[in-house]
């Protein structure tokens, strides 16, 4: 198949993503998110442009006249390469084709994966080795990661190619890996019409990259914990073979051995929570010894119920005869490891090269602002200013960054009951301080050091320094590790717009 003309084709046909959503409207994109076409079938009104039957073909997976396709596309070389198939006088898409633009990055192109099953309450069963295309999970993903140039990047499990998009912007080679064959044809096809250059293998986990060490590892694994057997169709885009959360596990003990010095692996996943064992234990097991740092954030969390009915209505077995059975299958599995619930969130390991590695685990279910990589990337430096002795703590000269103190009170009152710092960036933390401690960290300008600011603070409010000193130090240190303050020049503005987003999906 001719790629390179087909990316012309589609270019020439104005097949961009500003474009699809001006001749399909708002109403025809969200109805598509609900796996309808009807809302975008009607803004179309009927034409067969070059751009109309290319949304046809692939968005709303409509048959169109061969001939009408073949104003926009070579038909024979499509229907030869296995992305189109005739149908009498018609077409119809086998492939998934469609423009890809990242406001955050700039990373763009078109993803190549399986059409959307289910729509229009079509119901089909989702064959094993189905390729998913940019997904929530996915976009999440390309979010979180550290956007700094570095010189090698694996995506592991790459899937379409979707990582590969983003990490070609800053990354001069980009290593893709999956076990699933067809994955590898889909993204070598978003390769190829993005213009971007990937090295993909085929193979399990790292098993493609023996040997070899990456400066960023990122992947949204297969973390699915479904039962290894009982009938139920197994995907694998989302679940291996690995019993409940073994295969994140496998995936976060080996980026140990993937890892250059100073390297960094992201990675979405999904983590088993028992009633024997707090979440923090086990995810602190997977790293203990290998000397990386650790940040695991988790995002949200979800009943056994919850979770299974989530998976099996993904799988397409909503209203089917096997949704009991399977649901049966799947508790059964969970009773007998004792998973109650799933925790659903993000891992953060850097090759930092500490005495002491910093392991992290916390809950943060609450709006971040995106791309939340911009705070990943500056969380090595926050976490060496948080640890800085103490002659030199109080020589630095960090300044608040991009914060606002927020007060609460009694109407009238003088003073006020709670003063708040809060983030207007990243992960929107906010810390509530007393007076004192407000006072100081308001004048920590990036000017003055904290130690003249602590004198300053302690004689005007005639306090006793050393006192003020041991109060007010650890929140220093609290908020220099949470990037409410920072040294130096971090933590300045970028060029890419944020947006607020609630927790993980």
Known sequence: MDTTSLR???????????????????????????????????????????????????????????????????????????????????????LDLRPYDS???????????????????????????????????SLTLAQLVVRDEVGSALDLGTGCGVQALHLARHC??????????????????????????????????????????????VSNPPYVMSPPSGGDARLTYREGTHTADGLVEAVVRGSADHLNPG????????????????????????????????WVIERERLDRYSYIELWLTDAGLAGSEEWLPAYRRWLDYFDELGIEEVGMGWIMLTAAGRAEPQLRFESWPHAVVQPVGIAFAQA???????????????????????????????????????????????????????????????????DLTVGQVLAAVAQVLDLDPAELAAGVIPVIRDALRDQLLVLGGSGEAVEEEPHVVGALN
């Open 8 to 94: 012309e084709r589609l270019t020439a046909a104005g097949y961009t993503v500003d474009s699809v959503l001006d001749r399909i409207g708002e109403a025809g994109q969200e109805a598509l998110g609900r796996n309808t076409t009807v809302a975008a079938d009607v803004a179309l009104a009927g034409a067969m442009d070059p751009l109309a039957v290319l949304v046809r073909l692939f968005l709303l997976q409509q048959a169109v006249p061969a001939a009408r396709a073949e104003a926009a596309l070579d038909v024979e070389d499509l229907v030869a390469g296995g992305v189109l198939r005739r149908d009498g006088d018609d077409v119809v898409a086998l």
């Open 103 to 137: 406001p955050d990055d700039g990373a763009s192109g078109f993803l190549a994966s399986d059409l959307t099953p289910g729509m229009d309450a079509a119901t089909s069963a989702t064959r094993s080795d189905y390729v998913l295309g940019a997904s929530p999970a």
């Open 172 to 217: 001069e080679r980009v290593v893709g890996t999956d076990l699933n064959e067809r994955a590898l044809e889909c993204a070598r096809l978003t390769a190829e019409l993005s213009g971007v250059e990937v090295d993909l293998r085929h193979g399990s986990l790292y098993e493609p990259v023996a040997g070899e060490r990456f400066d960023l590892i």
């Open 263 to 294: 390297g960094t692996a992201q990675f979405l996943v999904n983590w088993a929570v028992t009633a024997d064992q707090p979440w923090q234990e086990r995810l602190r097991g997977w790293v203990e010894g290998t000397g990386l740092d650790c």
């Open 380 to 446: 090595r430096d926050a976490i060496d200013a948080s640890l800085l002795p103490l002659d030199e703590l109080l020589a630095a000269a960090p300044r608040l960054a991009d914060v606002k103190q927020e007060t609460i009170g009694e109407p009238g009152a003088a003073d006020p009951q709670h003063i708040v710092l809060r983030q207007r960036s990243g992960l929107l933390r906010a810390i509530e301080v007393d007076t004192a401690e407000a006072a100081a960290l308001g004048a920590l300008d990036g």
